[in-house]
């Protein structure tokens, strides 16, 4: 038995999706991305990514490629240096673009700042000579809690500009979270700012600092950007307004080149266990596949498009594709600080008419969310300025996807499904807009330069129609360097399923349709084996919200005497369907688009899912549900009220 049980079984409901949308010759015939590409990096690889690494501008040349005599230890660019700021700021004024806006930045409440390339090299010089002043220095960590202002951009550059490490940690973690990545990587500075605004009121931030340094030995400094007026507790020996320093400084800084490995940043992420793993980045090939996807897969033309990334800087999507990808293509972009209904349901169209926005890059879940809110709502703006639309973090279903291609895109603006990882730092498997027929749920193909693999549990690979587990087969320019620390578990974690076969292991189910595109089936910690017929989640989820009445659904495997595992999904009803559709129309809905086997043995209506700040359904919480144990950790939930919601729905509902 080579294959993974049943896999070959699953997504049958997706795989009977055969909508394509083939690109159209005015959009092809303009399109940065080409066929011939996919053909140049199958000939020569390496070629190909030097190529492309000549989109930066380096002070050294490189004289090797790759380095990959020490597997998993890979050097890209070996001997080539370069300043990653220089690259995604100054070069861009020296090329005479520093009157282009490159951020327009829109707060919460409505006020609006703008921020040409020119403003950019003063903000970021200014700060990497505060910084300096405080002592930070090549190599130093620098931990960065902010919500998205643009001083969390500058600040992000300030510390690449000096060699230094930039740890971003999401402003919606608490102080604990906080406090840990902060000792993990012993910073000696925390950048904050005094509160944020989330749905129109201003909470504090500085609080869950001064909390998490009361325990780090590490921090010397902090520094605070005034940004609610929020009164906050002062330590004159250690805290320092934002204003007070940078305002001062020099506005000009000469960027030092580093060595092409040079490390970027830690940027941590939950395992399925343990504690958060800092993923280490580096300089040359993270920056080189950012600059590169960030072009092709989203058609950037940088003097006429407007592109707005909604994830927020905490997470790597806003790390690569806020800020190092768009900057270094010295594109223009929106950055918004709130939440997308505030103050009205419609605000993220409100902001794509007022900048003309042409790219758009989003989660599935929030394209859910506003499907739930209603298409009138979209339909009040004028969205006609939206060329490609984006969705990355999780699989997409293919209502959503139509949904968004409909209502946001005119029914004419290609979708790239982007898939990728914090470990991956850059967009791995997409298709390419001018060049893809795209299918709804479907990332389809490895971009080009990337090689990747869905092969049986031993390692072997599967064909046309079958599942299995994706696994990365060749390195790759932006891949993290290792685990901060801890480079025992780097090898554990990646590398030691497939040792044998030297594959990265990503820890995703994909499968192959019988044209070779990819489906990916979410997280393998959370395909469902029932009756030794493996089902994923993302699957009954995607079969659920194909029915009319639901809205939104998260789906769990538990524990079942007979089966192994049964399948519980928790549902949303949308909008007034509620109560008009019985669980048992439900669970044969499920039954026909998949198959018998795939029927939920329950379904429980909620009003809300738990999920985490960058969105994710945390299904391990809502397993402790149907498996009627104590809910786990709940501390890294947006809302960490809902799972007392849910349990007191069921607990009256029963
Ligand atoms: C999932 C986010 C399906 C996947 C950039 C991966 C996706 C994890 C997609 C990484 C996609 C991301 N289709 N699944 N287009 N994009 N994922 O580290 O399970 O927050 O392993 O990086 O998100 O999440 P992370």
Known sequence: MSQPDGQSNTLDNLLEENRTFPPTAEFAAEANATAELYDSAAEDRLGFWSQQARRLTWRTEWNQVLDWSNPPFAKWFVGGELNVAHNCVDRHVEAGNGDRVAIYWEGEPGDSRRITYSDLQREVSKTANALSELG?????????????????????????RLGALHSVVFGGFSSEALRNRINDAEATVVITCDGQFRRGQAMPLKANVDEAVAGTPSVEHVVVVRRTGTEVAWNPDRDTWWHELVDRQSEQHTPEAFDSEHPLFILYTSGTTGKPKGILHTSGGYLTQAAYTHSTVFDLKPESDVYWCTADIGWVTGHTYIVYGPLANGASQVIYEGTPNTPHQGRHWEIVQKYGVTLYYTAPTTIRTFMKWGSEIPARYDLSTLRVLGTVGEPINPEA??????????????????????????????????????????????????????????????????????????????????????????????????????????????????????????????????????????????????????????????????????????????????????????????????GPIAKPRQIMVVSELPKTRSGKIMRRLLRDVAENREVGDVSTLADSSVMEQITAGMKSGS
């Open 401 to 594: 996807w139509m949904w968004y291609r409909e209502h946001i895109g005119g029914g004419t603006a290609p979708i790239v499904d982007t898939w990728w990882q914090t470990e991956t730092g850059a967009i791995m498997i997409s298709p390419l807009p001018g060049v893809t027929a795209t299918k709804p749920g479907s990332a389809q193909r490895p971009v080009p330069g990337v090689s990747v693999g869905v092969v049986d549990e031993n390692g072997n690979r599967v064909g046309n129609g079958e599942g299995g587990l994706l696994v990365l087969d060749k390195p790759w320019p932006s891949m993290l360097r290792g685990i901060w620390g801890d480079q025992q578990r780097f090898v554990d974690t990646y590398w030691s399923r497939f040792a044998e076969q030297g594959y990265y292991f990503a820890g995703d189910g994909a499968k192959y349709d019988n044209d070779g595109d990819i489906w990916l089936l979410g997280r393998v910690d959370d395909v469902m084996n029932v009756s030794g017929h493996r089902i994923s989640t993302t699957e009954v989820e995607s079969a659920l919200v194909s029915h009319p009445s639901v809205a939104e659904a998260a789906v769990v495997g538990a524990s079942d005497p007979t089966t192994g595992q049964g399948i519980v999904a928790f549902v949303i009803p949308r909008g007034d369907s509620a109560g008009e559709t019985t669980m048992a129309t439900l669970r044969e809905h499920v039954s026909h688009e998949i």
């Open 136 to 160: 930070v220095g090549s190599g130093d960590r620098v931990a960065i809690y902010l919500p998205m202002l643009p001083e969390a951009v500058f600040a992000m550059l300030a510390c690449a």
